[in-house]
C-alpha cells in the first residue's frame, strides 16, 4: 500500500505519485516520461522561490506556459512542439488533481488554468521507399552484429513497431509459420498481432540462428534482440543504434526508431490501404492519430490530384 508523504516536499510527492501510476498500470516508459517532466516543472518552480505546492495557482501556471513557449531546443534553437507543450502542461494538471483529490494539497486553485491546444504536427521527414534502401545499404551484414541490426532496422519498418515494443519482444512472439509477431503490453497496455514481410522474416530467423548465439549468455534470458553485451536493449541505445544508420546514409533526414514507424504507415496509405486497417496495424486506439498519415501521403495526393484537378495536366 502507498503511503501518503508526510510533508510537501516535491521529492516526497512525486514519489507518492509514481507509484500510484505504477499501480494504476502504467507502464514504465510513461511513468519516466512523467518523472522528467514534474521533475524540470520542480526545477523551475524553484527558480521562482516556489516551494510549496499549494501556491500552485492558474497565475503560476499560466506562466510556466509562458516559460514553456519561450523554451529554445539547446541543440537546434527551436521551441518546443505544440504538442509537446500540451504534454508538460497536461502531466502537470493532473499531477496536482491527484494531490488534491487524495488530501495531498488542500487549495485547488490550480483547477481554472485552460490547457493550451494540442495541435496536429505532422512528421517530418519521412523515409521514402529509396531512403529505406539506401539506409539498409549501411549495414555490414558480414558481421554477426550488421545480421543483428539489419534484422532490426527489417523488423522496425516492416511492423511498424514502437521502440518499447521492439525492446521488450521475446522469441516466443516472432512466429514464423504465421509471419506475424506478437506485441504484449504494448501502448495503453494493449496486445496485438502484426505482419511481417518475408525480408523481415528472413533477416530476423537469420539473426535468431547465426547472430543471436554470439551475444547471448545465461542471463540474457529469452529477450528477443540482445545487445552487443547480451543484454536487453536500453531505449536510448537503441534510439542511438538507429539513428547511426539513417545518419550513414546521407539523406539529410534525421531521427531514429520512429522514423520506420512513419515510414511504413505513410507507404502504406501510399499504396491505398485503408485507414482502418492502418490504425488497427499501428495499435492506435483513436482512428484521428491515424490520420495524420493520410496529410503526409504525398504519392496518394499527387495521383487524386492529376485525377481531379483541371489544370493539373
Not at 521529492?11 to 516520461?33: H, V
Not at 549495414?139 to 518499447?164: L, N, W
Not at 485507414?275 to 492506435?284: A, N, P, S
Request: glycine share 6%.
Amino acid at each position: 500500500m502507498t503511503n501518503k508523504p508526510l510533508t510537501k516536499h516535491f521529492n516526497n510527492c512525486l514519489e507518492y505519485y509514481l507509484d500510484i501510476l505504477f499501480g494504476k498500470g502504467y507502464s514504465q516508459a510513461t511513468i519516466d516520461l512523467k518523472q522528467q517532466i514534474l521533475e524540470m516543472f520542480f526545477e523551475w518552480l524553484k527558480q521562482q522561490s516556489i516551494v510549496d505546492l499549494e501556491l500552485v495557482d492558474t497565475t503560476v501556471l499560466d506562466a510556466y506556459l509562458g516559460h514553456l513557449r519561450s523554451h529554445r531546443k539547446k541543440m537546434s534553437n527551436l521551441p518546443l512542439a505544440q504538442t509537446t507543450i500540451r504534454t508538460r502542461a497536461t502531466t502537470v494538471k493532473v499531477f496536482l488533481q491527484g494531490l488534491y483529490a487524495r488530501g495531498i494539497i488542500h487549495s485547488n486553485a490550480y483547477d481554472k488554468f485552460e490547457l493550451p491546444k494540442s495541435g496536429k504536427a505532422l512528421p517530418k521527414s519521412i523515409l521514402s521507399v529509396r531512403d529505406i534502401l539506401a539506409i539498409l545499404q549501411q549495414v555490414p551484414t558480414h558481421t554477426m552484429k550488421g545480421i543483428r541490426d539489419r534484422a532490426i532496422i527489417e523488423c522496425f519498418y516492416a511492423s511498424a513497431i514502437r521502440r518499447c515494443e521492439l525492446i521488450n519482444l521475446q522469441l516466443e512472439d516472432f512466429d514464423v509459420t504465421a509471419e506475424q509477431i506478437r506485441i504484449v503490453n504494448g501502448k495503453g497496455g494493449q496486445d496485438r498481432f502484426v505482419p511481417i514481410g518475408q525480408s523481415a522474416i528472413v533477416w530476423m530467423r537469420k539473426y535468431i540462428r547465426d547472430s543471436r548465439p554470439c551475444f547471448a549468455h545465461i542471463s540474457s534470458g529469452k529477450s528477443l534482440f540482445l545487445t552487443d553485451s547480451g543484454n536487453k536493449f536500453l531505449p536510448k541505445s537503441m534510439s542511438g543504434l538507429m539513428s547511426k544508420y539513417i545518419k550513414r546514409a546521407n539523406l539529410n533526414k534525421y531521427g531514429s526508431c520512429h522514423q520506420y514507424r512513419h515510414a511504413a504507415a505513410t507507404h502504406m496509405m501510399d499504396n491505398d490501404a485503408d485507414i482502418r486497417y492502418v490504425q488497427e496495424f499501428l495499435g492506435h486506439s483513436s482512428i484521428s492519430t491515424t490520420q495524420v498519415y493520410v496529410h503526409v501521403s504525398k504519392a496518394k495526393l499527387q495521383r487524386v490530384y492529376k485525377k481531379s484537378h483541371p489544370r493539373a495536366t
